[in-house]
Structure formats: structure tokens, C-alpha cells
């Protein structure tokens, strides 16, 4: 099991520029979840999918961020037009079926910053 | 509502002694309680869960948690702490039927030789 996989781990970009985040899903989890981390606030959830379908994405912070999850192995974060607080390292997870007692699997994360 | 407090944001210890990272919960019906760790660089690892049954709960790497429910607390342990332990760890909460788990916002752990 390779775990969850995340692409690029490291991207530097220009203010205004567009932004997308990849993740590969460990096979057969249901669950997908977008997370940023910052010194300032932490882990926080963006959004999270459930058979592909959105379910709550009221932690996306603006207009600026979309998620899309087109099959159950691939989902994408994206960022449009990009600002320089955007500035974090963003984890994705998945999750097996919607059991309270499953753990989360989170991939290595990608470094963003936007300068 | 669902919340996790980690009350101390850097926790040092000499390596040998025993190690404590605290947490305390608040949610409402039976709570689901996990641990996971952080090294540099790398996502969240999965350390250990409480569901039901034994307050004390063993986990990866030696850890263990014991679980208090008139403290709502579920503090990590280890009687032993290596150099390797450095990391930063989260306390997340699940229960009250939401699927979503609450996190700390992480202490970090420093194992000096």
C-alpha cells in the first residue's frame, strides 16, 4: 500500500497565478479530506468528500479555492488567483467507510508558497 | 459541539524519562479519541485510538494513552522517551455523530540525549 500521494510536494509560484494541488486516495477509502496547515491556525479543514461527492466545504476560505474529486482515486485543490497568504503546506487524507473509530491517512503534504 | 485542548504547546524531556502529552475533550455521547504524530516534513501518522472498553490503550512506537472520562482527558504516554520521539503530536476528537474529527492545535515534543 503506497498510502495516500500527494503531487508536487513543493510548489513556488507568482501572486495571481493558478495553483493545483493533486492527491491519490489510498484504494477503497470513501472518505477524502483537504486540510491546511499554518503556524497561525493550525490544522484546518477545507473540505471533504464522501464517494466523491462534496459534503461540507465550509472551511474553503474564498471563492479563490474549488476542489473537485472526478473518480475515487484522484482529487484536485486548486487555487484561483493565488495570494501570498495562501502561503501553507496542504494535507490531504483519506478515511475507509464512515465509521467513527477510523483513522485518518494523510499524505506527505505540499508546500506552497506564493510570493 | 466538538473541541480538543492541548494545553501545552512544548513538552521537553530527557531521553529515558517518561514522557506526558496532555489532552482534554469536549463532545457530546461517547467520544472517539486518537493520537497521531507529525515528524518534519511529513504528513500526520496514525498512533492509537480509544473507542471502548480499556481506558489504557496501546499504541505504535511504545506509546500508549489513558483514557479518564470524569477528566475527559486522554493523555499520552511513554515510559521511556527516545531522542526519535521528537515530533509534534495532535489529539483529535470524534462523537456526538459527527464523522468529522476535531484537532488539537498539536504540541511539540522535544526528547533532548
Known amino acids: 500500500d503506497a498510502g495516500v500521494i500527494q503531487s508536487p510536494r513543493h510548489e513556488v509560484t507568482e501572486m495571481g497565478q493558478e495553483v493545483t494541488l493533486r492527491c491519490k486516495p489510498i484504494s477503497g477509502h470513501d472518505y477524502l479530506f483537504w486540510y491546511r496547515q499554518t503556524m497561525m491556525r493550525g490544522l484546518e479543514l477545507l473540505i471533504y468528500?464522501?464517494?466523491?461527492?462534496?459534503?461540507?466545504d465550509s472551511g474553503m476560505p474564498e471563492d479563490r479555492f474549488s476542489a473537485k474529486m472526478p473518480n475515487a482515486s484522484f482529487s484536485t485543490l486548486k487555487i484561483q488567483p493565488s495570494e501570498p497568504r495562501d502561503s501553507a503546506v496542504y494535507f490531504c487524507a483519506s478515511s475507509l467507510t464512515p465509521k467513527e473509530s477510523s483513522p485518518l491517512h494523510f499524505g506527505n503534504g505540499t508546500r506552497l508558497t506564493v510570493t | 459541539a466538538q473541541s480538543v485542548a492541548q494545553p501545552e504547546d512544548q513538552v521537553k524531556v530527557a531521553e529515558g524519562n517518561p514522557l506526558t502529552v496532555k489532552c482534554t475533550y469536549s463532545?457530546?455521547?461517547?467520544?472517539?479519541l486518537f493520537w497521531y504524530v507529525q515528524y518534519p516534513n511529513r504528513g500526520l501518522q496514525f498512533l492509537l485510538k480509544?473507542?471502548?472498553?480499556?481506558?489504557l490503550v496501546k499504541g505504535s512506537y511504545g506509546f500508549e494513552a489513558e483514557f479518564n472520562k470524569s477528566q475527559t482527558s486522554f493523555h499520552l504516554k511513554k515510559p521511556s522517551a527516545l531522542v526519535s520521539d521528537s515530533a509534534l503530536y495532535f489529539c483529535a476528537v470524534r462523537g456526538g455523530g459527527s464523522y468529522i474529527p476535531t484537532f488539537g492545535r498539536g504540541t511539540s515534543l522535544i526528547v533532548h540525549p
Open positions: 480509544y473507542i471502548t472498553g480499556d481506558n
Open positions: 463532545v457530546s455521547g461517547n467520544p472517539y
Open positions: 468528500f464522501n464517494n466523491n461527492v462534496p459534503i461540507d
